[in-house]
């Protein structure tokens, strides 16, 4: 599975575009210059082109860059904790019931705004029943029955019922109270500030000087968007980008003596994602059986060379406190099981289908290409579907016009909640059409605990039942592979499906 050598004419012509690119001067400079500029520039697979105003992201891709740019009262570690960000400090009454934030002294906007009390109301109450187009309501907000501030400094939110979640959700960014071009020109307080975009080509972001917390090493850092896989390649290759993760081990491998690999866990969940509400998948049996045909091991020896950690349900082994190993194995290859299912559903001879793949992210490409030659021992004809990414989103993810999918599914903070809430039967990210009273119900009962033991069991059991039920074919966990040119360093990886770049620095 892995690719074709491209035609030289074709390289030639490649190589010719990535270094005539229309962006940041940067991208045009030799390394050893970026390096004297204390530049970087990284390249990115997709587009920022949904909103880059936070609270209306829904795009992975423009959280895991926006990262750099925004921060909330609390913010994730590398090693899965929450620490103080634009608060200093907090306290929960004994009944768990009431937080109050102190907010850290002289935090600035980019826009050179002091951060008030005031500002983390408004973007409290904008997250929570904000009637403003485009935003993405953090359900959990919903349980907020009093939110206020005593004085400048202070934030005091009272819930109508313990979470022990919930300060999780304190990592939404706070925006600055009445700045109205978040869409388009974003400001934030985090170690970067937002420079310009250039639609389809960079994002350029520079240090921000006033930062509150230790500073970025870096002056400016410009990604650049590079959809085509080969032409990612060419580019690290050339010279033209120091920095790239996510990378396909079939292209890091060609990679020479100018990078270094580093390797980390990518935090989500690869699967081949089942539209549960059209035929054939709308039966259980069906999709069962596709999970009995599935060898995810071969996927990961023929697609990614055997990087990657198996999964079992919609749970990534980084979040460990939920993940589940033991569901890891629930469908153990075996196609005489597989085709049992398809006849007892009423497919003796198999049937054909369809998965649609987003074509600028060749690992799922290669997934969808193994899986389809091995649905053909059950008589499972495939047809691969590549679209642009936009089409994806439209069409796979918001208009659930699909039969399947191969993609890689995240959560938005550090929660279970967050990987595991969008298969509620009425959530308006359930993309598959799950639905079980079953879940529904665990669902209710976990966010209405107070009981950390309690709630982490119960979100276990919701993992089970998108096991048993064989919601999806789940596949992985993909390592992730960060091409790094050497004389670079401090690239660090998080739970979460983020690009820190506040410790990337030229070594010394």
Known sequence: MKKRPLALVLLASLLCAVLSGCGDSSTGQAPEDRAAAN?????????????????????????EVMFNVFEGLMKPTPDGDLIPAIASDYQVSEDRLTYTFSLREGVQFHNGETVTAEDVLYSIQRCTASTETGIVPVEAFSSITDLYAPDEQTVVITLDQPNSEFLSYMTTAILPEGYDQQDTAPVGTG??????????????MEKFDDYWGTPAYLDQVTFKIIENSDSLLLSLQS???DLCNHLPTAQAAQLGDDFVIEEGAMSLVQALYLNNAVAPFDDERVRQALCYATDRQQILDLAFDGYGSLVGSSMYPTLSKYFDESLTDWYAYD?????????????????????????????????AQVLAEQYKAIG?????LPVEWNTWIEEVYTGRDFQSTVVGVDASNMTARAMLERFQSQAGDNFINYHSDTYDALFAQAIATADDAEQTALYGQMQRDLTEHAANVYIQAPADLVA???????????PLYVLDLSQVRYAA
């Open 39 to 63: 530049a970087i520039v990284v390249g990115i697979a997709q587009d920022l082109d949904d909103s880059l105003d936070p609270h209306k992201t829904v795009k992975a891709g423009t959280r």
């Open 191 to 204: 170690p970067f500030r937002f420079v310009s975009r250039a639609a389809q080509d960079t994002i350029v």
């Open 239 to 241: 010279g033209a980008i």
């Open 335 to 367: 196609v005489d099981k597989a085709k049992a299912l398809l006849a007892e559903a009423g497919y003796p001879d198999g049937f054909s289908m369809t998965i649609t793949v987003p074509s600028n992210y060749p690992q799922h490409v290669d997934t």
């Open 380 to 384: 499972v004809e495939v047809e691969i």
């Open 484 to 494: 790094v040119r050497k004389g670079l360093e401090g690239v660090t990886f998080y």
